[in-house]
Structures are given as structure tokens and as C-alpha cells.
């Protein structure tokens, strides 16, 4: 079992930078695939960017590509999503989730069946 926390949303300007952190709990963070997705008001949840167990290979939806970065560090149970460049349409709740099976490239891991955990999400809010 995995409990995930996220933190670091806020209100931000369009153009400005959020890091958005997810802590983990257990002893076997490092088997697992991550990944953040968000949803807007009315939508449905999409896929943002997922990471394979080792940081080896990353994967992001197009409309983040160039702009966002995930990253983890195994030793504290964490993965991060930096966010730079923000517009008003990045302004979602953005959930970290967890997949057991981790054995994969990133690339596996965009589609919210595959994941097994999820965080409780934060609020990301981009003002024009």
C-alpha cells in the first residue's frame, strides 16, 4: 500500500513557475512508476508527464512538453513536477499516481488505468 501527498499548488501568474511535490510512503517507492495528471472544472482527468522506476525515461502530454519536467528522488520517496511557463489552461487540480508495475518505459504509464494509488490532489490555479 502507497499513500500519496501532494503539495506546492497555488495562484500564479501566467507566465510563472510552480513546483508541484508528491511524498510517498513505503519501502518500495523505487519499484514504482509515477505519474501527474490534472483535471479542470468540467473535465475529465488527463495525462501530464510519468517517470519509470529509475528516472531513466520520462513521457509528457504535448500541451506540457518543453514547459514541464518530472523528476523523483528514490532515497526521499518523492517526485516533483516543475512547471514553468505557465497559461490560464494549465489551471487544474493536478494528482500524483503511483503503479506498481513498474517495469516499463515511461511512455507505458499515460493512461490513468495503469496506475494503482492515487494522491488527493492540489489545486493549481494560472491567472491571465
Known amino acids: 500500500q502507497v499513500q500519496l501527498v501532494e503539495s506546492g499548488g497555488g495562484l500564479v501568474q501566467a507566465g510563472g513557475s510552480l513546483r508541484l511535490s508528491c511524498a510517498a510512503s513505503?519501502?518500495?517507492?523505487?519499484?514504482?512508476?509515477m505519474g501527474w495528471f490534472h483535471q479542470a472544472p468540467g473535465k475529465e482527468r488527463e495525462f501530464v508527464a510519468s517517470?519509470?522506476?529509475?528516472?531513466?525515461?520520462?513521457y509528457y502530454a504535448d500541451s506540457v512538453k518543453g514547459r514541464f519536467t518530472i523528476s523523483r528522488d528514490n532515497a526521499k520517496n518523492a517526485v516533483y513536477l516543475q512547471m514553468n511557463s505557465l497559461k490560464p489552461e494549465d489551471t487544474a487540480v493536478y494528482y500524483c499516481?503511483?503503479?506498481?508495475?513498474?517495469?516499463?518505459?515511461?511512455?507505458?504509464?499515460?493512461?490513468?488505468?495503469?496506475?494503482?494509488?492515487w494522491g488527493q490532489g492540489t489545486q493549481v490555479t494560472v491567472s491571465s
Open positions: 517517470i519509470d522506476r529509475s528516472a531513466g525515461s520520462t
Open positions: 513505503g519501502r518500495t517507492f523505487s519499484s514504482y512508476a
Open positions: 499516481a503511483a503503479a506498481r508495475n513498474g517495469y516499463y518505459s515511461a511512455t507505458y504509464y499515460y493512461t490513468e488505468g495503469r496506475y494503482n494509488y
